[in-house]
């Protein structure tokens, strides 16, 4: 098996060091092509990957394609690849917003198509990914991307309908973690903390807490409970975050993302 990366910015790269660690594929099983000779040589130096000059030359040497390009670029992509991708390939695409009645349409016939929207944890072997497939892919086939993306962290397949609020739940949202990890440390710094361990502190309590919740499967708002002693000093702290309308400002950020998606 083959696998070709059109892009090779951070999710692919997190994508390839995921697969080669776990085994899934060889270094000489995997090409790409970016726009800039920099980055080729880069990949090609960290994972002995195969560079190729062209989005066209990795569309006609591989057998699973993968889509790694930003969504303003993807129509453009597609039309230089389209003869090359033929039926008989797997097409990946992990560009959000892009649906794949949208993505049937510029490729002007059918295809096999799945779309994946994995987040940046992935770069720590931590992602979540989320899979959708058309009815043109076969189980094996869904089956062989759920282990690609499970390679790097979780893989889940969930409806297409509900593809935009995955790509905000799991792949937006890191970046409101890393904020809230931030102003955690910089609270703790007010009060003397130096910051490298504060970070240190935020980022562990973060990290513990969600494994916390996948490993036992309590509901948030029970452990929650669990923290918050009668008088204490979190229920202080939770009372603050309550006044300041934190609950509905995470809720309005995670629409806005899914907002934004269905526009791109």
């Not at 708002?221 to 202080?236: A, F, Q």
Request: overall charge negative.
């Amino acid at each position: 098996m083959k696998i070709g990366f059109i892009g090779l910015g951070n999710m692919a790269k997190a994508m390839i060091g995921g697969m080669l660690q776990k085994g899934m594929v060889e270094a000489g099983d995997i090409a790409g092509s970016a726009k800039t000779k920099g980055t080729l040589e880069r990949m090609r130096e960290e994972f002995g990957i195969l560079v190729l000059d062209s989005n066209k030359d990795v569309a006609k040497w591989a057998d699973v394609i993968v889509l790694a390009v930003k969504p303003v670029f993807l129509s453009e992509v597609i039309g230089e690849i389209r003869e090359e991708a033929t039926e008989e390939k797997l097409v990946i695409s992990i560009a959000a917003g892009k649906s794949l009645q949208w993505l049937e349409g510029e490729f002007g016939t059918q295809r096999k198509l799945i779309r994946c929207m994995p987040n940046t944890p992935a770069l720590a072997g931590a992602g979540c990914t989320a899979v959708c497939s058309n009815p043109m892919v076969e189980r094996k086939e869904e089956e062989l991307c759920l282990k690609l993306m499970e390679s790097f962290g979780k893989a889940i397949v969930i409806p297409e309908r509900l593809m935009d609020a995955a790509g905000a739940v799991a792949g937006s949202s890191p970046a409101f973690v890393f904020l809230f990890i931030e102003a955690m440390a910089d609270g703790a710094v007010r009060e003397g903390m130096p910051r490298k361990q504060a970070y240190e502190f935020a980022a562990s309590a973060v990290a513990g807490s969600a494994k916390l919740i996948l490993e036992t499967g309590m509901h948030p708002g029970e452990l929650k409970d669990m923290v918050c002693s009668p008088g204490g000093t979190t229920i202080e702290g939770v009372a603050v975050l309550e006044e300041k309308g934190m609950r509905s400002a995470v809720m309005e950020a995670i629409h806005a993302c899914v907002e934004k998606s269905g526009r791109l």
